[in-house]
């Protein structure tokens, strides 16, 4: 079987996943034609290794991955203009994970841009996705201390940035 | 800092494909279960929304795959060329002309200085990480980054590598703090596993590949993995490179 995945299948990825991962992605770039790139570009990337997504029994996690990176080289690229979307405007009829709150979330996101890629990654694990400090120590190689205290930090930030809002 | 599964595991669940655990918890947890509801009702209008169509999607992402890629499918390898690394500061320097070329598989030692053997070349080595790495000592796991050369310049990058023809590179593996027992290797996407460090003890600080590599007419696209042993041989084989740093390698034309 090819290496690289059939259209077919690409196909099939994002009927099954494609909001899951839009969803995401809007939520970091908040905009439809950042967004609609960024998920191209995910999608090329994803062609290529075939191999891989077939023997995943759940690739959402992985795909997630590869949407983060694009949709942070959309960041990095665009780090000259603001975001087109304020945060208020961010239209998600999800909502937040049972375990993150709102106006934290919304804080992190709001300052996503002017973090460092690593920040972002752990940003996002930790007030978007509701993972643990130890599950985010063990996906990002790094202890469970130094986690703890770049979640702490990156909260710091979006707690001042929510009080100067307010 | 939360006692509910992961996002990803709740929209698995929201899929029908989640872990036994999630299952259990979203039956029992009425915040989770409103949570994946919401998924699930996005999901639907997301199915139903023309704008969102599969198919076009799809068109779009080839035409683009076809913008970026030139040629026919590529194909790439890497070949390895002899190396010495038993000087850290020569690490530095590329060696002009491979020794040998060697065939390095699973489960067989990197032994770049050997003499030719090479009935098959093996894979290129690269590597990538979530971010930038510090030029020095930093707290937090493996950090990895590339030194690739090509057309006699050199370039040194922590994010994903373009593997070209030609090209050679060295890997940097640093290290936080106290000693850590650390692999490394490139993962191609056939599954062939090509070690650029052997198992070995590492103090704090920066250390350099033994070997390094040069991708021959056909490179592959693949992964460098860089972790404890345990961690590695768990991606390698599950492909789920938690734990592991990790520098995905693309092959360009």
């Given at each position: 079987m090819s290496g690289q995945l059939t259209s077919a299948e690409v196909e099939g990825l994002y009927r099954r996943y494609g909001f899951y991962l839009r969803r995401r992605c809007g939520l970091i770039l908040r905009d439809t034609a950042l967004v609609d790139d960024a998920m191209q570009e995910?999608?090329?990337?994803?062609?290529?290794?075939?191999?891989?997504?077939?023997?995943?029994?759940?690739p959402l996690k992985w795909l997630a991955r590869v949407v983060d990176r694009c949709a942070f080289d959309q960041l990095r690229r665009g780090k000259h203009s603001q975001m087109a979307q304020p945060i208020d405007g961010l239209t998600d009829t999800v909502g937040v994970h049972p375990a993150v709150s709102l106006e934290l979330r919304d804080g992190?996101?709001?300052?996503?841009?002017?973090?460092?890629?690593?920040?972002?990654?752990?940003?996002?694990?930790?007030?978007?996705?509701?993972?643990?400090?130890?599950?985010?120590?063990?996906?990002?190689g790094y202890s469970r201390v130094t986690i703890n205290k770049k979640v702490q930090s990156i909260r710091d930030r979006a707690e001042r940035l929510l009080e100067a809002r307010a | 800092m939360s006692h509910h599964p992961a996002s990803h595991r709740l929209e698995e669940v929201a899929l029908k494909e989640g872990d036994a655990e999630a299952v259990a918890h979203v039956a029992s947890c009425e915040l989770c279960a409103a949570y994946v509801q919401r998924l699930q009702e996005g999901a639907r209008a997301f199915a139903a929304d023309p704008a969102m169509d599969a198919a076009e999607f799809v068109r779009q992402v080839a035409a683009r795959k076809r913008v970026f890629a030139s040629g026919a499918s590529r194909l790439y390898r890497l070949v390895w060329i002899g190396a010495p690394a038993a000087i850290a500061a020569a690490i530095l320097l590329f060696v002009r002309a491979p020794r040998s070329v060697h065939d390095?598989?699973?489960?067989?030692?990197?032994?770049?200085?050997?003499?030719?053997?090479?009935?098959?070349?093996?894979?290129?080595?690269?590597?990538?990480?979530?971010?930038?790495?510090?030029?020095t000592r930093f707290k937090g796991g493996v950090q990895l980054a590339a030194v690739i050369e090509h057309g006699g310049q050199q370039e040194r990058v922590t994010r994903e590598v373009r593997a070209r023809r030609g090209d050679r590179l060295r890997i940097e593996v640093s290290i936080d703090q106290g000693q850590r027992a650390i692999v490394a290797?490139?993962?191609?996407?056939?599954?062939?596993?090509?070690?650029?460090?052997?198992?070995?003890?590492?103090?704090?600080?920066?250390?350099?590949?033994?070997?390094?590599?040069?991708?021959?007419?056909?490179?592959?696209?693949?992964?460098?993995?860089?972790?404890?042993?345990?961690?590695?041989?768990?991606?390698?084989?599950?492909?789920?490179?938690?734990?592991?740093?990790?520098?995905?390698?693309?092959?360009?034309?």
């Open positions: 995910a999608f090329v990337r994803v062609y290529k290794h075939g191999t891989l997504v077939r023997s995943m029994e759940r992190v996101l709001t300052l996503l841009q002017s973090l460092d890629e690593k920040d972002r990654q752990i940003a996002m694990m930790a007030f978007v996705d509701g993972m643990t400090q130890a599950e985010i120590a063990a996906e990002m | 390095v598989r699973d489960g067989t030692s990197a032994r770049l200085t050997t003499p030719p053997s090479a009935d098959v070349p093996p894979a290129a080595p690269e590597r990538q990480s979530y971010g930038s790495l510090p030029e290797g490139v993962l191609e996407k056939n599954g062939t596993w090509t070690p650029l460090l052997s198992a070995a003890l590492l103090d704090a600080g920066t250390h350099f590949s033994e070997q390094a590599a040069r991708f021959d007419d056909k490179p592959t696209d693949g992964w460098v993995l860089a972790g404890a042993p345990e961690d590695v041989e768990r991606a390698r084989r599950t492909r789920e490179f938690l734990g592991v740093a990790v520098l995905p390698i693309l092959a360009s034309p």
